[in-house]
């Protein structure tokens, strides 16, 4: 799923409108706007912000692999945690997608 529909489906389910998630993050309307558009490509710490606004986890990282999408700094953290650690982030970041997968299917 792309950013544009994970952050419109994060910030619905939060019951926020565009403004309300500007406010919370003091990234302007605008900017989320285009972003939900798929106009703009933002960077993986405003993506963060925006989605913890909306109450989600604060780790929406990439899996590494995916889309090429997982940058340098991202696999040497993640290279860089324990088992232990690499093992939560995996079940956290699994956990965001179901819970979005599952809300989009009872707003279907």
């Known amino acids: 799923m792309r950013a ?9 389910t939060a019951g926020l409108t565009q403004r309300d998630l500007a406010r919370r993050t003091g990234i302007t309307q605008g900017a989320i706007a285009r972003i939900e558009r798929g106009r703009v490509d933002p960077r993986h710490t405003t993506l963060e912000r925006l989605f913890i606004a909306c109450g989600w986890e604060s780790d929406l990282s990439p899996a590494i692999g995916v889309e090429g999408l997982a940058g340098r700094d991202q696999i040497r953290r993640l290279v860089g945690l324990s088992d232990r650690d690499r093992e939560r982030w995996f079940f956290r970041s699994n956990h965001n997608m179901l819970r979005l997968f599952r809300d989009g299917q009872q707003g279907s």
């Not at 544009?4 to 619905?12: D, F, P, V, W």
């Open 4 to 12: 544009e529909s994970l952050l419109r489906r994060a910030r619905r």
